[in-house]
């Protein structure tokens, strides 16, 4: 059931906008005075019309003519003012919602990128976009149109009211007591169709989300033969976003019918009105004829206002849905004061200390618990255990994708919670499990790491990482674009364009988070020679599940359960024939 504040709440909701508006007050001035200029010469018609009626077709038989044509003339030029303070009001309104779009949709996504990865534990990424798009849409309509349209209607309803107050007051009274009839039905109306409109854009973006998550995943749900599967989940989700759009089309449509009738049965009245008060000798022709039409105007302004008011409503739910993104805060942000720390020559020293640490999904669970780890510059240490023992989550808080809850992490002394978010991951380069490649060319998706590189510098980068054979062999070398996230290229190529792309970079902390464990025999051998090249002068921190590509690792942590419970050299841990000499036997014995 809709609350008492729902007006209030959608006057609020469109406030939201209000930042967006205000560095364009020069174009929105402009827009108003064309709006009254409009108006007016609106207004001014029904009064030549008038002049028309009773002063040309009374003159006398000689002077008609020509009192005619100066009349016409008049009506003419109205006609003129009008068109041309139209047309002006027009591109400056559609203007407005263009820019006012674009940089509310450029606002949302720049925060959206943002958001710590705990944002995205609980928002799928369909929903974002579909408010990047349908929503904004949606506002990018009533500002360029409907709030112009509306507000329009609302100069002249009010200003055919005001020219009944000064010709006919008691008609005006009449009046006033019928749009009391037209207006209140319309509001209860209203709310209804904003509840439904909120209700409609979130049915939407379920089914924008199913499509992004399939899509991203097409070759899994081939390999699963379960195409039909989701096409019909797909189906469902739009289903119920067509039901929902039908109740609040229904809503909609007797709105427009109501407002309709009752407009049709006050113009009718006022030229019924109007007709007996001729009879009786109270107007003249040409006052009835002035009075039918600001009765009219204002029953056109009503009509247009209650279709405006629906679009108005429609937009304030889709405005909802933007500020609730825009308000979101992320838990990791750069301090007010950021550090500046010092860069050490060989490499980044990294400290762990007392490190305990719950994601925000398993509040019960230590993903890591009492971690503490010492890196100094130049050394490469790995981090190994099974699945869930918590190495991924030591590279998502150095990066400060998460805070820990207790303990600190600091680098080159300084801690990370000092440090400028962009400072700090400026440190660090990281070559994921799943490289990600771009939709751009090769070349472009290197120098991702560092976009102001020469062409020079990222050709030394893909020697350095062992891809500038087969770039070169591509059609059209560095420049050929590799599709939507490398789908033209092996896995192991795509990895050592990742690599390349760290290179670029050229950070002092290297993350390498089991770059080989999905590649066969020859690419992992590329691979980890492109690594092995990547790694020289910096400090590397590596993940990985093939124990035969940590060996040459200064040092080996093993974790379990989010805790070390082994360190040391692999022939050293081999010895101890603890957990890490376990997970040995059972990789090398296969």
Known sequence: MQSPSAPAKSAQSLSGLLPFLRPYRVR????????????????LFPLALRGMIDLGLS???GDRVLALR???LLLFGVAVALGLSSAARFYQVSWLGERVTADLRNAVYAHVLEQSPEFFESTQTGEVLSRLTTDTTVVQTVIGSSFSLGLRNLVMGVGALVMLVVTHPYVMVQVLGVVLLVVLPAMWFGRRVRRLSRASQDRVADSSAIAAEVLNAIPVVQSYAAETREAQRFSGATENAFRTGIRRTKARAALVAFVIIANAALMLWGLYEGTQAVLRGELTAGQLGQAVLYVGIFAGAIAILGEVYGDLLRAAGATERLMELLASRSPVASPAVPVAAPRLGAGSRVEFDGIRFFYPSRPATPALDRFDLDVRP?????LVGPSGAGKSTVFQLLLRFYDPQEGRIVVDGTPIRDLGLQDLRDRIALVPQEAVIFSASARENIRYGRPGASDAEVEAAARGAFAHDFIAALPEGYDTFLGERGVRLSGGQRQ?????R??????????????????????????????ESAMQGRTTLVIAHRLATVQKAHRIIVLDHGKIVEAGTHEALLAAQGVYARLAALQFMT
């Open 70 to 72: 100066e009349h016409f």
């Open 378 to 382: 130049g050394e490469t240490v790995a």
């Open 28 to 43: 929105i001035a402009l827009a108003c005075l064309f709006l009254l200029t409009a108006a007016t010469a609106m207004l």
């Open 496 to 500: 050592r364009i990742a690599i390349a």
């Open 59 to 61: 003159a006398a038989p």
């Open 502 to 531: 760290a290179m670029l970079k050229n950070p002092p902390l290297l993350l390498l988070d089991e770059a080989t464990s999905a590649l066969d025999a020859e690419s992992e051998r590329m691979v980890q020679a492109a690594l």
